[in-house]
């Protein structure tokens, strides 16, 4: 099975029986140095971009362009109505084994997976296993942008700001753009842009970083975000954990929506069919939230967090067959804009409805680069090769059922 893995979805069986063979023979990930390095205590700041501007162009389009916009990049848009609350935020770092890419709360683990955030998603033109590849030293920042604008190349590359280490466009002068232009699908785009810029890849506060108009100039031809999305977050988490401070630089919005999904015990309200038109962040919405908690009664929950708390499966989790290695890894290797890392799908099993198994971890820790040095265009060929061989394993789930209402 190691050398030849079928493309078709593996039997549960057969893939325990891998994995519990895998894990004995190579060992676990963790490393002794690894704990050492986490601090105590992570001072994580959470601040977000003003959503606002977004939020008023998006009520000024009709409700054709806004099915047209859906069509083309999914429900992103219910992100800008998502209330981030930073003690939680900064409560879940704490919680964070960057060994293993998971939250790890007493003897529970769980981590955002590929399945959950693309079913949050919900953009029938995302190809699962077209995923975002960053092509190494790419300069064509500058005519991307004139491209998409219309502009021209003068006024582009005078509005290219230097940020720290980051080159970027202020969200200032990507609004004016957006105001002022008359052709659908170019407002679209940039509209686009600004959201993943200001709330799914908020680098820089204010700016849109560069890489970000390359992923979204991508979407356009099937690739999915997700991995990327994923990546980030996983990799802004631990840098957060090793260096003992920092800002989250993940998408916030998202992480809220999946922490509820899974720590919040439903009522004895019936279920609703799962229809193909349900979309999880417009029900979220819609849903009342517990609101100013502080970090510190977050830290006490989690420590009194006991198994029967979670909700292993959301609700709204539609996939049938899950994504558990790729290539010659052991684990899921994934790309994001300014570097990779990894997680272990099988660690996990139980959000999926699935039984838990023994994951094969083995290397896991190796994953975590930055896109510098002489060795990392060959990386990212070689993650990019391993997605080609995409491994996939046919869960438990029932058909999917959501509920509207849950009690803390």
Not at 352 to 360: E, L, T, V, W
């Amino acid at each position: 099975m190691e050398s030849n893995f079928l493309k078709e979805a593996e039997e549960n069986a057969r893939v325990q029986n891998w994995s519990k063979r895998t894990q004995f023979e190579k060992g676990d990930s963790m490393r002794e140095v690894q704990g050492s390095r986490m601090s105590d205590y992570t001072h994580v700041h959470a601040k977000q971009n003003n959503l606002q501007e977004l939020k008023e162009i998006w009520a000024q389009w009709d409700d054709n362009m806004k099915q047209d916009f859906y069509q083309s990049y999914g429900d992103i848009t219910y992100l800008l109505d998502v209330k981030v609350e930073k003690p939680l935020i900064r409560a879940l770092a704490q919680r964070w084994n960057a060994a293993y890419s998971c939250f790890t709360v007493g003897e529970v683990d769980l981590t955002p997976t590929v399945e959950e955030y693309s079913a949050l998603f919900r953009c029938p033109q995302f190809q699962e296993d077209k995923v975002y590849t960053k092509i190494p030293n790419d300069k064509s920042f500058i005519n991307k942008l004139v491209s998409l604008t219309g502009a021209t190349k003068q006024w582009v590359s005078g509005q290219i700001e230097k940020k720290g280490d980051s080159f970027c466009i202020s969200w200032k002068c990507l609004r004016n753009l957006i105001r002022v232009e008359s052709k659908q699908k170019k407002k679209m785009c940039m509209f686009a842009l600004g959201i993943y810029g200001l709330v799914i890849f908020p680098k820089v506060l204010g700016y849109i970083e560069t890489a970000v108009l390359d992923i979204v100039e991508r979407l356009d031809v099937g690739v999915t975000p997700v991995p990327a999305i994923l990546t980030e977050t996983f990799r802004s988490l631990t840098a957060c954990r090793i260096n003992g401070e920092g800002r989250f630089i993940g998408c916030a919005q998202l992480l809220t929506v999946w922490f509820w999904c899974h720590f919040k015990r439903m009522t004895g309200n019936p279920y609703r069919v799962c229809f193909d038109d349900y979309s999880p962040l417009k029900d979220y919405l819609r849903q009342s939230w517990i609101e100013d908690v502080s970090e510190e009664q977050w830290l006490a929950i989690f420590q009194d967090l006991q198994e029967k708390d979670i909700v292993w499966k959301a609700p709204w989790l539609t996939a049938t067959t899950i994504l558990f290695k790729c290539g010659v890894e052991d684990w899921v290797p994934l790309l994001g804009l300014w570097g990779g890392t990894a997680y272990a799908p099988l660690m996990v099993s139980r959000q999926y409805g699935s039984r838990q198994f023994i994951p094969a971890t083995q290397g896991l820790q190796d994953a975590n680069s930055e896109y510098q040095g002489d060795n990392y265009r060959e990386k990212i060929r070689l993650v990019s090769v391993s997605w080609n061989q995409a491994c996939r394993i046919r869960t438990f789930s029932e058909k999917p059922r959501v509920t509207s209402e849950y009690l803390y």
